[in-house]
């Protein structure tokens, strides 16, 4: 008889062991929960960094094709009327036309702290372009703006462009002018020099 109660006592769990699963069970889940939560947050900040990228890359490749060379007589050739900030109506996206026609005019000095007219233009969420203007379109998700630098060594025969692309919308405002690239933006820099056509 003493043999049959003591396999009783051994078969089950006891009331101690059962709450030190559940606690280990339960810190398992929160830490798992925690993880799920930095990925998706980690996600939706490679998201806007890596699509910031793209459209800072679309610009700066809009820039360098505008014309900026010599022609047969060797006199100096500039594009300084397209309209950077227009967009022609492609696939799901509506035409947008507003924005200053400037080309690669020479840029006030605070078009990177700034939505000066002509340097800059919206995007939406669908990658679409809004137009530009200083006046931001109410389903902007992206701000692009741009500078026109003459090289001061080589004035008239180079310039120095350059693309910031945030999804701030205070951006120039809160960081009180700062155009220090921050995580989720897209900065990048070129030079145009001219060639003959």
Known sequence: MGASASSNRESGFSLIEVLIATGLLAFALVSVAQLFALSTRNNV???YST???ML???KMEQLRA??????LLNLPLS???????AFEATGQCAAANTGAGVGLTPSPGNTLQANVNGYVDYVDENGCGLGGGTVIPANTVYIRRWSVEPLPTNPNNTIILQ???TPRFDRGVADEGS????PDEARLISVKTRKTL
């Open 51 to 53: 699509l910031s990228s």
């Open 163 to 165: 693309v910031l692309v």
């Open 66 to 71: 505008l014309t900026w060379g010599f022609d």
């Open 56 to 58: 800072a890359e679309q």
């Open 179 to 182: 155009v220090t690239r921050l």
């Open 79 to 85: 594009d300084l009327s397209t309209n950077t900030a």
């Open 45 to 47: 900040a490679a998201r």
